[in-house]
């Protein structure tokens, strides 16, 4: 199957093939059932993509740390 960015090209390119006027009805119907599928399949994608990063911002190692140090307010003058 194609990467991500070629099939939004394909998608892309199926929606400036639907907006001509001279198209063919039958043409148009085509072009825009395999729209929808080539959506479908990028909105999936993009649904796995965001769990991902879901997953990994949440994991214990990308939490900061509970008392950071921050070395503003050393001891050296109190």
């Given at each position: 199957m194609k990467n991500f960015e070629e099939r939004l090209e394909k998608l892309e390119s199926l929606g400036e093939k639907i907006r001509k006027p001279e198209i063919p009805l039958d043409d148009a119907l085509k072009a825009?059932?395999?729209?929808?599928?080539?959506a479908?399949?990028?909105e999936k994608d993009l649904e796995r993509v965001e769990s991902r990063i879901?997953?990994?911002m949440n994991s214990p190692e990308a939490r900061p740390e509970e008392n950071p140090e921050?070395?503003?307010?050393?001891d050296e003058g109190s």
């Open positions: 825009f059932e395999e729209g929808i599928k080539l479908r399949s990028l879901e997953i990994l921050l070395g503003l307010f050393d």
